[in-house]
C-alpha cells in the first residue's frame, strides 16, 4: 500500500504522510536509515542504536549500551 505524496524523506508512508516505511536515498547516493521507533529516516543513527548497512535500518542495541557495532558481542 503506497501512499500518495509521502513527506521527504519517506519513499513509502503509513496513511499518515509524515510516518515512514523506507527511506529515500540522498542525491549523492548515499542511503538514509530507517528508524521504526518513530517512523522516521536518518542519517546517523541516534544513541543506543548501530547502523544496518544491508537493510539501511537503525538497529537498537543491547540495553546499556550507548553505541554497537554489527558484532552483537561488541
Wanted: charged residues 25%.
Amino acid at each position: 500500500d503506497f501512499a500518495i505524496g509521502c513527506v521527504y524523506p519517506c519513499a513509502t508512508c503509513d496513511t499518515d504522510q509524515t510516518k515512514c516505511l523506507s527511506c529515500e536515498t540522498l542525491e549523492d547516493g548515499t542511503p538514509l536509515n530507517f528508524l521504526a521507533e518513530s517512523s522516521t529516516c536518518t542519517l546517523e543513527c541516534p544513541t543506543g542504536y548501530r547502523v544496518n548497512s544491508i537493510l539501511d535500518i537503525c538497529e537498537k542495541c543491547k540495553d546499556g549500551c550507548a553505541k554497537c557495532t554489527l558484532d552483537v558481542n561488541k
